[in-house]
């Protein structure tokens, strides 16, 4: 069994990561961050180290702390579990003595994750991306002009943000007023404006190396499954984003499908692990392994077939319909193997949602104050 090292800063995708790990028959060692502790208590952590891991460096302790763990551990390679690692990773991994799963160099990691940056190389490749200003801070937003511009409802987001945070649908102008140029509680800066897509969300998902795409699936949401699909244009759309990036590593893009015209729309990028990369694993597609491999032998992995079917019902998804005795998620044989696989390693999943609904009290408790 082949042991490897997964550095986490935080547990949510960092466990779907671990899980993939054990998927593929791998014993997994963690040096995570203070937010990732409780993957300690995970019955698929063979041992977990506590360090700190730096967002702007200096990242010297950082690399020595990944080195003493391989020497502890014996791993054979190291993998990021979230965005923090990746992006600590990056700037260590030349460094080390010991293969480190595929990643893009600190410029493609920045200009994918940047959101106005990744519009400005899509619009200089011609992918099709929403028409897109730059704002910057809240009180530059002038709604009447944006409404002009772009017709109501509208997107305001800030370019360094994830999970949606920040993310507001304005659907007049006096709805922007309301939810962010007036709101007290909306702190976000480095803010664009965005035309709103009249569709719907469409992702896509790769493994790449040196600008070539080593795997790669299409999902979209269809109510509250996660279905893997055929979708040629957008993956095209996506090998060119990889292709003329030279990107390595693994990413995930949003997408919208436009109604008006038919066409695809690139919305964003995480150059990171997704919080769906399980899916994908159960329905047939590991990215984990296929990426560990890469780290190991990169010029004996061979890209794979595209995920391209599969229906995949998330946990707490799969447990409501469960308790309103809908089976449906239980004929998928992906959720079955993830539910029984996170049924057998319940505390991680009971800290993380403790800690996320603390989290959410104390914000909101914050905005009131």
Known sequence: MRDVLMVAEQSGIALKVLHCCIGAGLRVHILGGPQAAHLRHSRYTASFTLTDIPSNGPFESFAAAVEDAVQCTGASVVLPGDYWSTRALIRVAPGLRVPVFPLPDARSFDMLAEKWNFYCFCKSIDVPVPQTIWVGDKTCLAAAALGTRFGYPLVVKPTDQGNMDGVVIAHSAADLEQRVIGNPGYR???????????????????????????????????????????????????????????????????????????????????????????????????????????????????????????????????LRRFLRFDARPLRSAATRGSLWQALGDPLPLVIDKIGERKGKRESAESVIA
Do not use: K
């Not at 469409?202 to 040196?210: E, F």
């Not at 040629?232 to 015209?261: C, K, Q, Y």
């Open 188 to 318: 976000y800066g480095n803010l664009i404006a965005q035309s709103f897509i009249p569709g719907d969300d469409i992702d896509c998902s790769v493994l790449a190396v040196d600008g070539r795409v080593l795997a790669a699936a299409v999902q979209r949401r269809i109510e509250d499954a996660i279905v893997f699909c055929d979708h040629s244009m957008l993956t095209n759309l996506v090998g060119r984003i990889v292709e003329a990036s030279r990107f390595t590593g693994v990413a995930h893009f949003d997408a919208r499908t436009d109604l008006r015209d038919g066409g695809i729309r690139l919305i964003e990028c995480n150059p990171r692990f997704w919080a769906s990369v399980d899916a994908a694993h159960w329905c047939g597609l590991n990215f984990v392994a296929i990426g560990l491999d890469a780290a190991i032998e990169p010029t004996a992995v061979a890209a794979v077939p595209d995920l391209v079917d599969g229906i995949f019902y998330p946990l707490g998804v799969a």
